[in-house]
């Protein structure tokens, strides 16, 4: 049950892929719900009746299921701990604390890092890198921020997808739609390629700053192993890797890596057909 759309915050490309993929495998979306009551029918095993409704109010919806799992995200507990009395700003609704680019809250001697943070990624080892340069900012003479943006992540997804820095429409917003410049491929691994399956499932997404000498800004790839891919290629995008040099680097054959040197534009027909095994 989605209440608006797939993995917020991540390009919606490569969400509505993970959707197709998923729902192509036998699971059902219903989108634009929400639970509302969740009644428990006893018996061996027992039932859940689950009751939602629509977003714009004007359907509701009874089923049963054996399994009910909310995913309600988190919650900043900043209200409780004394911020108001030393004037630290939080924002009202979510809890989040606005900090400046090096996590400096509005009073100059109190920081803040981590999940509390507003507008910044909850990821541990997020918070660990930020508390690291903070230390060495503030009693070893650093002056290295915490780079917010490439930053490398992975969901876990039947198909998993990897991403670094700026998603499709982030970098439309960011840079203006016409300084950008998007490449893509579809790819088929190889150990898929013999039982014939999924072709046209894997998909990687290369998003350039064109004023920049196409500056690599975002990094997107949906398959096997993404996460072990984007790791590696996070460094160089941090680099400022250039579409150019990656298109110069010879990949290894046959690995899912490789695809992330293709050059369609966005708009041509990136399907992948099937080619016989090389020996």
């Known amino acids: 049950m989605v209440r608006s759309i797939l993995l917020r915050g991540f390009d919606q490309d490569i969400a509505n892929k993970i959707g197709e993929h998923m729902e192509g495998h036998g699971i059902r979306f219903i989108k634009q719900f929400v639970p509302t009551k969740v009644m428990i029918e006893q018996g061996m095993p027992g039932r859940l009746k689950v009751t939602a409704q629509s977003t714009d109010g004007k359907k509701t919806i009874k089923e049963e299921y054996n399994t009910v799992l909310l995913a309600i995200g988190r919650d900043a507990c900043t209200r409780k701990i004394g911020l108001d009395k030393v004037g630290v700003k939080i924002n009202e609704k979510t809890g989040k604390i ?96 013999v039982p014939s399956r999924d072709n046209n499932q894997c998909y990687a997404k290369i998003i350039c700053n064109i004023p920049d000498n196409e500056r690599v800004i975002g990094f997107h790839v949906l398959g096997p192993h993404a996460g072990e ?42 399907l992948q057909r099937p080619c016989p095994l090389r020996r």
């Open 229 to 270: 891919v984007t790791q590696g290629f996070a460094t160089a995008i941090k680099c400022g890797v250039t579409k150019e040099q990656l298109d110069s680097t010879i990949g290894i054959h046959p690995v899912c890596a490789e695809v992330c040197r293709a050059d369609s534009r966005g708009g041509s027909n990136v």
């Open 98 to 193: 606005p900090v400046s680019d090096e996590e400096q809250t509005n009073v100059p001697y109190i920081y803040a890092i981590g999940d509390v943070l507003k507008d910044k990624l909850e990821l541990t080892p997020v918070a660990i890198q930020a508390g690291r340069l903070l230390a060495r900012r503030l009693y070893a003479g650093a002056t290295l921020k915490c780079d917010y943006i490439n930053v490398p992540t992975t969901v876990f997804t039947p198909l998993e997808y990897g991403a670094c820095g700026y998603s499709e429409e982030k970098a439309f917003e960011k840079f203006g739609e016409e300084n950008i410049e998007v490449y893509h491929s579809y790819f088929w691994p190889l150990e898929w390629t």
